[in-house]
């Protein structure tokens, strides 16, 4: 979402260099490009707030395992090869 932020960020940059009728045809669209990125930074800050990177500080609160074992009958040959995802 970041990269997102970003890019939309630097077209909008494009747009205010931008001169002539491809600048106004284009300005239309300026308000909402605005909107959407200040959307993203909003999801971000709550994604930084809610979701962290860090799970160390929740202690003993957090899972340090998977809440379901994995079987001893599913060996590798269960997973699907590259060529069989259907693409």
Not at 1 to 17: C, P, V, Y
Request: glycine share 10%; proline share 3%.
């Amino acid at each position: 979402m970041a990269i997102m932020k970003e890019r939309l960020g630097n077209f909008m940059s494009q747009l205010d260099a931008m001169g002539g009728k491809d600048k106004e045809k284009l300005s239309t669209h300026y308000k909402h490009l605005n909107e959407l990125i200040h959307t993203i930074d909003w999801k971000l800050e709550i994604f930084s707030k809610e979701c962290p990177v860090d799970w160390s500080k929740l202690g003993k609160d957090c899972e340090s395992t998977a809440s379901v074992p994995l079987s001893e009958e599913f060996k590798a040959k269960d997973y699907p090869s590259g060529g069989d995802a259907g693409g």
